[in-house]
């Protein structure tokens, strides 16, 4: 066990004195006026810190958790199979449970279409696994001259460099531009362009860009790159690590437009957000580009030394038995109009520009009392979410849009006492 014997000021000083966050200017992590919380528990919505307070925890843990923390069942599931098998090699091994979330992946879409799934451990690996895959596709179908990609402006893919590639966000990957994969960029499906002959896959995040700042596509976006990719023989990535399991309403994004990808990159709520893991799936036709003779090279040499970790997919199991046994998606729909009423009344708010949702997902972009913008460079986001931390709402802004992105499991009362206390944040 922790010693729990310590101080809270204690651990933040070791934190302070040991660890380098992510996304993360240290030197302001490290100012003694913001003392960051340390999380010691979690049930349903709620976190609560080593101080005792309580937090609805409003960007779902960065847009991972799903059913509510500590589920009791995620959690018998995974203690189930730490008792029985931690981890064993993914490469000439594998395991009972890996291979039952497999099957159970492969049923969450249309019969025959996305039938193959590889397994890695995050949603930049997922999105990497593709990336690969796709080139290497081309190679093996003899499409070699097929070798860039195209992606949307404002894109966020994950950060080791393959995805990072594909993102459109330069204050993430304006400083490694120049060692990364062959990319176009466009900001709209209106930009793309009619000739596509060296263009191996387009990657889009469907219905709405996450880190963008919850930005949301035109009705039909998915659709129309559907169509244009398939008059052109180009791959459809699609990106559901955000909007994946639940979280726009349906259990997948791609769903709202009857549109099927020739890859999906699943992670963050794949595990209900208990655990890393991620899965991108393809077709059998791409599948069996790769087969053949050990002395073809047609192997895809890629993978992660926790591919497939028993643990993990028995957590993620658990996570996608538990959509049926509680009806999550059908118990969704109430919740999400109720969301979209408090979203319209919040507007109202002088210091509330505009709101965004799709689904239990919601953008709401800040302003000064008097409606003009605040500088960039006040971090003025930041500032109302340590605001509403001291009225029980837990959350991150993207620049000056405040994230909203609850578990799916937050009841009506929840979804009112976070924007409830956003407004007091704002005032
Ligand atoms: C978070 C995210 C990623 C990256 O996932 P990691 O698990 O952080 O590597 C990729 N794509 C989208 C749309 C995301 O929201």
Not at 193 to 210: K, N, R, S, W
Request: glycine share 10%.
């Amino acid at each position: 066990m922790l010693d729990s014997g310590r101080t809270t000021e204690d651990w933040i000083a070791a934190d302070r004195r040991v660890l380098w966050h992510p996304f993360t200017q240290m030197q302001a992590w490290c100012d003694p006026a913001l003392d960051p919380p340390v999380i010691v528990g979690g049930e349903g919505a709620m976190l609560t810190c080593s101080r005792g307070h309580s937090y609805f925890d409003g960007n779902s843990s960065i847009w991972t958790n799903i059913h509510g923390h500590c589920h009791p069942a995620i959690v018998a599931a995974i203690c189930d199979q730490a008792r029985r098998l931690d981890h064993a090699s993914f490469l000439g091994g594998t395991n009972p449970a890996a291979i039952a979330l497999a099957e159970h992946l492969v049923r969450l879409f249309p019969d025959g279409t996305l039938t193959r799934v590889f397994y890695s451990d995050d949603g930049s690996t997922a999105v990497e696994v593709a990336l690969k895959m796709a080139i290497q596709a081309r190679q093996l179908l003899g499409e070699p001259h097929r070798n860039r990609f195209l992606a949307f402006d404002q894109a966020y893919h994950g950060d080791t460099a393959g995805a990072a590639s594909v993102g459109g966000i330069q204050t993430f990957f304006g400083r490694f531009e120049g060692m990364h994969f062959p990319v176009g960029r466009v900001a709209s499906v209106d930009e793309l362009p009619d000739q596509a002959d060296d263009v191996t896959a387009v990657i889009v995040e469907p219905l709405i860009q996450g880190a963008a700042g919850m930005r949301l596509w035109p009705d039909g976006t998915l659709r129309r790159l559907r169509d244009w990719c398939d008059a052109r023989g180009v791959y459809l990535i699609l990106d559901e690590v955000m909007t994946g399991f639940g979280r726009t309403g349906k259990m997948f994004a791609c769903e709202h437009e009857g549109v099927v990808p020739d890859f999906i990159a699943l992670a963050k709520g794949l595990s209900g957000g208990t655990l890393p893991l991620a899965a991108t799936l393809t077709t059998e036709s791409i599948y069996s580009a790769f087969l053949g003779d050990v002395s073809e090279g047609k192997t895809f040499y890629y993978g992660h030394s926790y591919c497939g970790n028993p643990i993990a997919c028995a957590a993620a199991l658990a996570n996608l038995k538990l959509f049926e046994s509680e009806d999550t998606l059908a118990s969704l729909q109430p919740k999400i109009t109720h969301l979209r009423g408090l979203l319209a009344k919040l507007e109202a708010h002088p210091r509330v520009a505009a709101t965004r949702q799709c689904g239990l997902i919601a953008g709401i972009d800040i302003v000064a009392a008097d409606g003009t913008p605040h500088p960039a460079a006040a971090l003025e986001g930041a500032r109302v979410c340590r605001q509403a931390m001291r009225f029980g709402l837990l959350t991150r802004p993207v620049l000056d849009t405040i994230v909203l992105m609850p578990p799916l499991c937050a009841t009506p009362t929840q979804l009112d006492a976070a924007v409830e206390a956003l407004r007091l944040a704002l005032d």
